[in-house]
């Protein structure tokens, strides 16, 4: 019987789990003739990678509301066994929060015993530009999910200009995990894509793997919440307006959480769908801007926002305060009218 081979595409947040995953589902898909299917796993209430990748045609399923290494067990072993039995993918790819911890969906994976799948190698991406700096405040979590991967991809070389520090900051792995395969590559650009590919093509994978049992997401002291509003405007805006509007919010957000005691951003994004089009928007450091990918096309003059914040230090209930008073002070300056859905009291 064709077994299908499972990979997951695991990492800190903003690593570029959903950039590496699209990427690689298109090239899987294009030139290996393979049927992909995604699951995606997000901690909070919504999710804005999983309707991002579905915009790229891929069948996608989601997970939300926890980790599915912690408190979603069953669901992703339900939600594996509905992808097999409806889509029979060649490959599934999956994407864990950027708070989870690698080796126990790998467990739960290689345990369905009911549905034909390859055993899976845990692709841990690491961020080149962000390591030094997520590693200062959460140096026990990252090596944690470090030390549970088979292969550990040091993404966003495009970022670096010295090989050398890419070749520092190859070997600081290899002390963590002496055992992983090493490989750099950029998800935007193209490079070492190849090379992950052959890996997942050939199940390759460490000889042994740990088995971690702490609650990733109490462990990671991470504040998250999350908004989803309709909006609409009186004068049709263009792609380039509501990137300046997502933008300036998705700033404000990381710099009032910034102002309130939060020492690292995980990822502020956001989906905006639109009939024409639509955008995600990644907010992972103030100095560097917000990276937008997807396009709309011509004059909008209605859609939807979903925004998601996961900051170091703060409480949810925080977060989600400095998620709504930043959108009810932002879109009314730029004559945006919205409504907000399950609006708290
Ligand atoms: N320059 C550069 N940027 C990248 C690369 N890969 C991803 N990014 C950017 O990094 C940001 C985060 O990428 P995502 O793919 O959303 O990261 P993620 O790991 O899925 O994030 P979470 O799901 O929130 O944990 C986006 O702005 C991406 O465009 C890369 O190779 N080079
Ligand atoms: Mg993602």
Not at 130 to 150: G, P, S, V
Not at 182 to 209: C, P, T
Request: proline share 2%.
């Amino acid at each position: 019987m064709k077994l299908t081979k499972v990979a997951q595409i695991a990492g800190f947040l903003g690593s570029g789990k959903t950039t590496t995953l699209i990427r690689l589902g298109k090239e899987l898909s294009t030139n290996y003739g393979k049927k992909i299917g995604i699951i995606v796993n997000e901690v909070g209430e919504v999710d804005v990678d999983g309707s991002f990748i579905r915009d790229f045609g891929f069948e996608v399923k989601e997970i939300v509301q926890g980790c599915i290494c912690c408190s979603l067990k069953g669901d992703l072993q339900s939600t594996l066994k509905t992808l097999y039995e409806n889509y029979r993918p060649d490959i599934i790819l999956i994407e864990p929060t950027g708070i989870a911890f690698p080796s126990k969906i790998k467990e739960i994976i290689n345990g369905l015993t009911d549905i034909p799948l390859e055993k899976a190698p845990v692709i841990a991406l690491v961020d080149a530009e962000r390591f030094r700096k997520i590693f200062r405040e959460m140096e026990h979590f990252l090596i944690k999910q470090i030390k549970e991967a088979d292969i550990v991809a040091i993404n966003k070389i495009d970022l670096i200009k010295s090989k050398w520090d890419i070749d520092l900051l190859k070997s600081a792995l290899r002390e963590i995990n002496p055992s992983a395969y090493i490989l750099s590559m950029s998800a935007k650009r193209g490079d070492g894509v190849d090379e992950i590919i052959d890996i997942i093509l050939q199940s390759k994978m460490k000889a042994q793997s740990l088995i971690d049992d702490e609650d990733s997401v109490a462990l990671s002291g991470m504040g998250r919440s999350s908004i989803k509003l309709s909006f609409r405007v009186h004068e049709n805006v263009n792609e380039a307006k509501l990137k300046v509007v997502i933008s300036e919010i998705l700033n404000r957000i990381a710099n009032v959480s910034l102002n309130s005691g939060s020492r690292l951003i995980g990822h502020i994004k956001a989906y905006l769908r639109c009939p024409s089009g639509s955008l995600k928007a990644s907010l992972l450091d103030v100095k560097c801007g917000v990276d937008f990918a997807g396009n709309v096309k011509g004059l909008v003059k209605e859609g939807e926002i979903t925004i998601y914040a996961i900051v170091k230090s703060l409480k949810d209930k925080l977060v989600e305060r400095i998620l709504e008073s930043e959108v009810k002070k932002i879109l009314p300056k730029y004559c945006f009218s919205f409504s907000i859905e399950d609006e708290h009291d």
